[in-house]
Structures are given as C-alpha cells and as structure tokens.
C-alpha cells in the first residue's frame, strides 16, 4: 500500500524513460531477455556489459530502429512503443550519439549541426551559434568536418544530437574513437552539457572505467539481461557474482569449502554466512587490496582478526605500469599465480620471499558455479 501524502503523488514526476520487461529474439535466441529501466530528466544511465550481450539492441528498440517482440517503453509517462502501437523514431524526441559521428562531410559544421531542427532561418541559426559557443566550436562554424580534430568533431556530433532539445539522449560508445588523451575531458564536458539541458542519457559502453566515471546509475548487463543495478560505489563494491567482480578489474580467486559458516583457507577463515556445510566456495578478492609485507627470518606478521593469517609467496615478476606496480607471487601454499598492485613505484626482485595478507572487508565469498 503507498503511504505517501495524495498531494505527493500528483506532483511526483514519471521517469523520462521508462523500459518495462523488453525482450528481443534472433533466431529464436534471446538477445534482450526481460530488461527493465527507469531514468529521470539530467540523468545518467550507463548499460555496461561485454561485447554481444544486447547494449546495443537495447538502444535500437528504444530509438525505435528496431522493434521489440515483447514489452513497453515510456517517455514521460506516456507509451511509445509496445508490440501492436508504435510512435515512429522522428517523432519520439531521442537524440542519437555513436562512435563513428556520422557528420555529413560536404555540409559545414552550422548546416550539420543545423540538419534537425525546423523553424525560421534565424531561430536555427541561433540555435547553432548558442550550442557552438557551449562546445566552445564558435570559430568552426563555417568550417567543414574534414577540417576539424577528432575531438572536435565529437562535439559537433553532440551540438547537431542536442539541436533539437530531445528528451532523451542515446549514446553507443562515442568516445571509443578518441584518443585516450581527449577523452577525459570530452566526456566531462559533453555531460555538463547534457546536464545543463536536463536530458536523460542512457550510455552504452563495455569499459567500466567510463561507467564509473560517467554514470549516475551503472546497468550491468550480462547474457541479454540486467544483472545488477546501482549507483557505481554500490555495484563495484557490492557486487552480485564473481564475474560482476572481474568485470571492473583483475582479480584474485581462493578456493574452499565451508564448514560451520566458515572457509578454511592458508589465509585464514573467511566468514560465509548462511552457506550450507560443504559448499564449495570462492573467495574474491582485487589486486589492490592484497597487503605485502617483509620477510622477518622466515616470519610473516602476525595474524589479526582484519587481515587473517599471513601466506609466504615469491616473486615472479614485477612491472611498472605509470600509475601503478604490479607484482605477481608465486604462493608456497599451492603453487598458484597471485596478482598485487602497488601504487607508485614498487619493483622487488625476482625470487624475493614477502608475505601477503588479505583485508575481510576487501573479500567477496560466492558458491562455486
């Protein structure tokens, strides 16, 4: 039963986009399966998945160059599409970003940005001349897409996207064509923009990086469905199964079995409650968190409570990767490969004996399989 005041309710808003219960077959295989959404006006949603798991079919339904075979899709509270109506895709208010740009070369950069919208000449032209300056493109204005940097033809694609002040803003990966020294800072701005339009935005990428740094609300898609959804601090730090742990970095796997809520490790116990007894388990844990410590005459330090029993392992080898080492050990415990990373600079020796321990509040335990 909703509690919430009656006055509430009549001035709470419905999503700018709503997608309810979506699925999309190819050849009889689900390639969308039972995909849900909500997202608010200045939002930004990322749907994050690997390659092949239906991101971007997703979008096409949505942008309505696809159809789905079954469930609705809203804008602001009103259908656009189900599987009998359908409002054609010019006339849902979407806007469209991909890698490619898609820029007309023989128009100029106003023509291009220009292209969408309707109106007298000189409401069009100042509409040009208003998201030129936003993208700071004023001077290019005249200029044709041959002319210009990648990046800045990025920002024309998102002025000529934006022209028409759609709802909702679709974008596929536009930022995977930049050079990694751009990209940064085009994405940033290319939100502030967005934002500044109250546009709700649904990103599709495969790097959890951009997601992160991105997204209001990550979507992580697996298989044709969502499996997890969240704000990004959630989904990285709570997440729902091995795989979402390895999506957004290395990681390390120790395997155990449970008996009396606990797994019995070289590491020391891990706590798995409400698992039954004789569960095999994983236990998950990312590079950065593993904790290095010297060798004091054959001696680790001391176990504690937070960090478990310590394990000896040599080193492999060491890397520096910019930002970051990474060091990879041979553990004595079983011969296993574990990798730690160490910020800055930090290059043991080959064959040197450390010990490593692991932080609880850094471990994931899931059921094997």
């Not at 740009?101 to 040009?128: E, I, M, T």
């Not at 001696?299 to 000896?312: H, I, M, N, Q």
């Amino acid at each position: 039963m909703n509690t919430a005041p009656a006055e509430l309710l009549s001035t709470m808003a419905p999503p700018r986009l709503e997608i309810r219960n979506i699925k999309r077959f190819f050849d009889g295989r689900p390639v969308v399966d039972d995909v849900s959404l909500q997202i608010q006006a200045g939002q930004v949603t990322c749907l994050l998945g690997p390659s092949g798991c239906g991101k971007s079919t997703t979008l096409r339904m949505i942008a309505g160059v696809e159809m789905q075979d079954e469930g609705e899709i809203y804008v602001d509270g009103k259908l656009i599409c189900d599987t009998v109506f359908r409002v054609p895709p010019e006339r849902r208010e979407i806007g469209l970003m991909f890698q490619d740009f898609a820029l007309f070369p023989h128009l100029s950069v106003a023509d291009n940005v220009a292209f969408g919208l309707k109106g007298p000449k000189d409401q069009k032209r100042a509409r040009v001349e208003e998201l030129l300056a936003k993208v700071s493109l004023s001077k290019y204005i005249d200029d044709y897409p041959h002319q210009l940097s990648g990046g800045e033809q990025q920002r024309v694609a998102l002025a000529r996207a934006l022209a028409p002040r759609p709802r909702i803003m679709l974008m596929d990966e536009p930022f995977s064509g930049l050079d990694n020294r751009l990209r940064d800072g085009i994405r940033d701005e290319t939100l502030t923009l967005l934002r500044e339009e109250d546009t709700a935005v649904l990103l599709v990428t495969h790097e959890p990086e951009e997601a992160m740094r991105m997204a209001d609300e990550i979507a992580l898609m697996r298989g044709g469905r969502i499996v997890q959804q969240g704000a990004p601090y959630n989904v990285y730090t709570r997440p729902v199964d091995k795989a979402a742990v390895a999506f957004f970095s290395d990681v390390n796997v120790l395997n155990a079995q449970v008996n009396g809520a606990l797994a019995q490790t070289p590491f020391g116990q891990f706590l798995a409650p409400g698992v039954p007894d004789g569960t095999d388990v994983e236990i998950v844990f990312r590079p950065q968190h593993v904790r290095i410590d010297f060798d004091r005459a054959g001696k680790g330090p001391l176990p504690t409570p937070s960090d478990g029993v310590p394990a000896r392992g040599v080193v492999e080898r060491a890397r520096f990767l910019g930002h970051e080492s990474l060091v990879e050990f041979r553990m004595d415990f079983d011969g296993s490969l574990l990798k730690v990373t160490v910020p800055n600079v930090f290059l043991p020796e080959v064959g040197r004996v450390l010990w490593l321990t692991v932080p609880r509040n850094r471990c994931f335990v899931f059921p094997k399989g």
